[in-house]
């Protein structure tokens, strides 16, 4: 069974940019929670859809939105790039229940 | 809310010997409390999960974790250390909307 996917793997934008990454659950799993990881740091929750529907939201600014889609994938945004945007972006999937799965990342590379 | 504190950021242990990954968390709620395992480039993955069904929850790969509810602990530990096992490992806790990480224990392996 295929895991979580996301696309792309690695990206690399100037300052002011803006950028889409894409995620798709695991078969079946309706809910898709987006986080960053900082280089040397844990992951920190930026948002969680279920059924469409935003579910939460880390503390992150209005410059990063996100959508879910009807087959449950799901978009993650962010405008007007800073520096301290790059990071791994991980997408995480789950049935609904709170165990998730998380996919291998995109590498989002700010110059 | 929630959060969690990894105790060590870097544990190194000989090949053969018992690994010990230490975790402290703090929740409002009853908790799920989660392992999770990062190797180099890549996602993460699940290694165990705690619900309340059990104190002592066994995982993948030989690890184990004992939930301490009066020390509110939630140490991983092996029996005996394998080179592959060195990476980063995360503690998790969730309440089902947000899953806070650690900032992370980098497991080295000597042989």
């Known amino acids: 069974d295929a895991g979580v996917t996301q696309s792309p793997t690695h990206l690399i934008k100037t300052r002011g940019q803006h950028v889409t990454l894409r995620c798709s659950p695991i078969s079946g799993h309706k809910s898709v929670s987006w986080y960053q990881q900082v280089l040397g740091q844990g992951p920190q929750f930026i948002f969680q859809y279920y059924e469409k529907e935003e579910r939460g939201r880390g503390n992150f600014p209005d410059r990063f939105s996100a959508r879910q889609f009807p087959n449950y994938s799901s978009e993650l945004n962010v405008n007007a790039l800073l520096l301290g945007d790059s990071a791994l972006y991980l997408c995480?999937?789950?049935?609904?229940?709170?165990?998730?799965?998380f996919g291998p990342g995109t590498r989002l590379t700010v110059l | 809310a929630q959060s969690v504190t990894q105790l060590d950021s870097h544990v190194s242990v000989s090949e053969g010997t018992p690994v010990l990954l230490r975790c402290n968390y703090s929740s409002s709620y009853s908790p799920s409390l989660f392992w999770y395992v990062q190797h180099p480039n890549k996602g993460l993955q699940l290694l165990l999960k705690?619900?309340?069904?059990?104190?002592l929850v066994k995982g993948i790969n030989g690890f184990e974790a004992e939930f301490k509810k009066s020390e509110t602990s939630f140490h991983l530990t092996k029996p005996s250390a394998h080179m592959s096992d060195a990476a980063e490992y995360f503690c998790?806790?969730?309440?089902?909307?947000?899953?806070?990480f650690g900032a992370g224990t980098r497991l080295t392996v000597k042989p």
């Open positions: 998790v806790v969730s309440d089902q909307r947000d899953m806070r």
């Open positions: 705690y619900t309340s069904a059990a104190t």
């Open positions: 995480a999937s789950s049935l609904g229940s709170d165990t998730q799965y």
